[in-house]
């Protein structure tokens, strides 16, 4: 057994273990804390400064035996922590210096938008003040994907209001659903540019996700009235054809800018960003065109085209001192329904086509102001005759006769024309040609105007070199038909044709276009004498159908084969299928008007001609013309007296 002390310690060996002699008597303690040492009992033991100063460098000593050199590791810790500190500092420096302008854009950009106020697009006018193209208020159907609750569902309540069948229907909820979660759209297009009852029945059913807001719309408040002159816009208000395209910046204006931050609610916040720029109108457009005569100029088109089973006409009616066009129509047959519209395109400017025996006016003209002949130079006109390789005959069947050259004009024979070319001289028929304005654009200032087809006179092969004298081998569109005939009216001046007449700006102030450019082709006396020419194919020629009660007229028909596509003018039928035209001047002693007249593929047999089928169009047209102009009529009565000289 172990002893123990009276103090209850166990007694402990004197010496160490395993050793064989008597144990120590360890000595009583002297006091109660060395007793309490003595049990294993802490306590706070009174040291002397030097002894307190040994036991502070005594426990480093001891922590090192356990558990390493702790200053090193402190060190590392604090520099970790500066280090640290540093680059917060420098993070938030860099946050509210270098990158705080991209924060703030990133926090204006959820708070403020910027929203595009449109510019009214300007007013087309006709020439009398009449508005041909205006832009109304409407109202644009929208959607909020995001916001769309049950898609199906809306677009089923929406579709009989806006008149959808199933198929749009079904695009439309298509187009109102989210693709996936990361479908962020925010807009979508329901309906467009819808009049104010359809928007009041779409506001009356609460949808959630569809709104509203207003759209201009480009309304022609005449309807299809040359609408092939005035073009087309799309729903966002560009110019896609016509006017509407060639003169869209001019129309378009300004828009303007709206800047306002708004809170979570989409309210704009009274105290934030607020700022507009108001939009600028753009300019109104004055024509030359008189509404009341292009709507008379259409409908009498419609009906004539009609009448002879055609496929299509033009008529251009000129203002012949200024070039101005007073009415341009253009109808087509539509194929499918079988009935004869009104063109959407503008087939008088951009469609060409052989002019045929119209274009003899040149070669007559040029043959006068050359001295190569004069009204009454006589030449023997055969019934049949042979330039280069073919053998020609005239539209008429003649004996082997003499001709004048206004007799050849006013009879339209082909042989005798090329007969008087030849002396010209091919050089000169093409110089006059140019001159006259065939070959190059007439300056009308429209989209995909043509320029027509005209070959210089060294490249003119075989019988080309002839029959560009009466109008083959060569292409104009009508307008430039038209100036050429106007060129003679207007006193051997060509003045090119204009469409504009003025424009309106933002001040109120009407700006007038500048004037049409004109370069002179023929002296005045051969003016003169052509015109007296041209009046005698109407008194006694084949432009007799063309005679108005009260009013002299000068003029010439033209019939031309419609040049195919593959070449040549025959099918493999054998069919040819022709144009029909005449282009005139009125009160022809003092021109006011310049008329053309061209019916596109007459039938093939019967009355194909120009003076059958275009000369009674001319008549109704130019009546309708010079009492819109209020034209007197001629003194005398306009009757086709026979000059002298004439035949």
């Known amino acids: 057994m172990t002893a123990r002390r009276p103090g209850g310690e166990p007694g402990r060996r004197g010496k160490a273990q395993g050793s064989t002699g008597p144990a120590r008597k360890n000595p009583a303690p002297k006091n109660r804390a060395s007793a309490s040492r003595a049990r294993g009992n802490p306590a706070r033991v009174t040291r002397a400064p030097k002894e307190r100063a040994t036991a502070r460098r005594a426990v480093p000593q001891r922590l090192a035996r356990v558990g390493g050199r702790p200053r090193p590791r402190l060190v590392a810790v604090l520099v970790f922590a500066l280090a640290g500190f540093a680059l917060l500092l420098g993070r938030v420096a860099l946050l509210q210096t270098a990158e705080a302008a991209g924060f703030r854009a990133a926090g204006e950009a959820q708070r403020v938008r910027t929203t595009t106020l449109p510019a009214d697009r300007g007013a087309i006018f006709d020439r009398n003040g009449y508005e041909l193209a205006i832009s109304i208020p409407q109202t644009t159907i929208w959607a909020d994907p995001r916001l769309v609750l049950d898609p199906a569902g809306t677009a089923n309540a929406l579709a009989p209001v806006l008149g959808l069948d199933a198929e749009r229907t079904a695009a439309l909820a298509e187009r109102l659903t989210r693709s996936s979660e990361s479908d962020v759209r925010e807009f979508a297009y329901v309906a467009r540019q819808v ?384 144009y029909a035209s005449f282009a005139g001047f009125v009160p022809a002693e003092s021109p006011r008007l310049t008329v053309l007249v061209s019916i596109d593929e007459p039938p093939g047999s019967g009355d194909h001609y120009g003076g059958l089928v275009a000369a009674p169009l001319f008549v109704d047209v130019a009546r309708e013309a010079l009492r819109s102009l209020q034209v007197p009529p001629t003194v005398g009565g306009g009757t086709c007296d026979v000059a002298p000289d004439q035949p």
């Open 195 to 578: 009049d104010d009852a359809v928007a009041e029945q779409v506001d009356a059913l609460r949808l959630p996700g569809i709104s509203t807001y207003p759209e201009l719309e480009r309304f022609q408040p005449s309807e299809d009235l040359a609408r092939s002159i005035i073009g087309s816009t799309d729903p966002d208000g560009k110019g896609t054809a016509g006017l509407e395209l060639e003169f869209d910046e001019l129309l378009t204006g300004e828009p303007g800018e709206l800047v306002r931050e708004r809170g979570e609610d989409g309210r704009t916040i009274p105290a934030g960003v607020y700022d507009m720029v108001p939009p600028t109108p753009g300019d109104d457009l004055v024509l030359t065109l008189d509404r009341n005569l292009q709507y008379v100029t259409e409908r009498l088109l419609v009906a004539q085209v009609e009448a002879v089973q055609a496929r299509g006409g033009m008529v251009v009616v000129m203002e012949t001192a200024t070039g101005d066009m007073l009415a341009m129509a253009n109808a087509r047959r539509n194929p499918d329904s079988g009935r004869v519209e009104l063109a959407s395109a503008n087939l008088a400017v951009v469609d060409t086509y052989e002019p045929g025996s119209v274009a003899k006016i040149v070669t007559a003209a040029a043959a006068l102001e050359e001295g190569v002949a004069t009204p009454q130079s006589t030449w023997v006109i055969p019934a049949r005759q042979k330039f280069s390789d073919h053998v020609f005959t005239d539209a008429a069947p003649h004996p082997t006769e003499p001709m004048t050259l206004a007799t050849i004009i006013a009879k339209s024979s082909n042989i005798g024309t090329m007969t008087v070319s030849r002396d010209l001289g091919a050089e000169k028929q093409e110089q006059y040609l140019r001159a006259f304005g065939f070959g190059v654009r007439s300056g009308l200032g429209f989209p995909g105007e043509a320029e027509g087809i005209l070959e210089e006179a060294e490249d003119w092969q075989g019988t080309e070199r002839y029959t560009v004298a009466y109008g083959q081998g060569v292409a104009v569109t009508a307008v430039q038909l038209a100036s050429a005939m106007n060129t003679i009216a207007n006193g051997g001046t060509y003045v090119s044709p204009r469409l504009v007449r003025s424009t309106i700006g933002r001040d109120g102030q009407e700006v007038p276009a500048p004037a049409s450019e004109s370069h002179v082709v023929l002296s005045r006396p051969v003016a003169d004498e052509m015109t007296q020419i041209l009046r005698e194919v109407v008194c006694r020629g084949t432009g007799k159908r063309a005679q108005i009660d009260g009013y002299t007229v000068a003029g010439k028909t033209g019939t031309s084969y419609k040049a195919r596509d593959s070449g040549g003018y025959v099918d493999s039928a054998g069919r040819k299928k022709y």
